[in-house]
């Protein structure tokens, strides 16, 4: 497999990695008013790191990525760049979960508010 295939591969699995922390570590801290929105957020979330385990699986089975046009070279960047914004976004996020003021209202699982 070639550098750049490699390099895409580990940008997605990077990028999944982080969206299924999220998932499962920051995303039930969220403070949300909705039901709706912690089960969206959890979806959204989840499917994101699936669809780039699928990239990563498309890399591999192809063993390939060309770098012949400045499109396959900004997806490439973006990946990367996506890579490590999505573990900025995490650090961020798990400071605020972490920090709340003791008296915020959380969603519990019987009480969404009409």
């Not at 895409?8 to 969206?19: D, E």
């Not at 403070?31 to 959204?44: D, K, M, N």
Request: aromatic share 12%; no cysteine.
């Amino acid at each position: 497999m070639s550098a750049a295939a490699w390099a895409f591969a580990l940008a997605n699995v990077t990028i999944a990695a982080g969206y299924l922390f999220i998932t499962f570590a920051v995303a039930p801290h969220f403070v949300v008013r909705r039901v709706a929105t912690r089960v969206g957020s959890l979806a959204f979330f989840a499917t994101s790191a699936i669809t780039h385990l699928e990239l990563t699986r498309h890399t591999f089975a192809s063993g390939e990525v060309i770098l012949d046009s400045p499109y396959n070279w900004l997806m490439l960047g973006t990946q990367v760049v996506q890579a490590v914004a999505v573990w900025v976004f995490i650090g961020g996020l798990w400071a605020e979960t972490r920090h709340e003021p003791a008296d915020t209202p959380r969603v519990r699982d019987h009480d969404e508010p009409g």
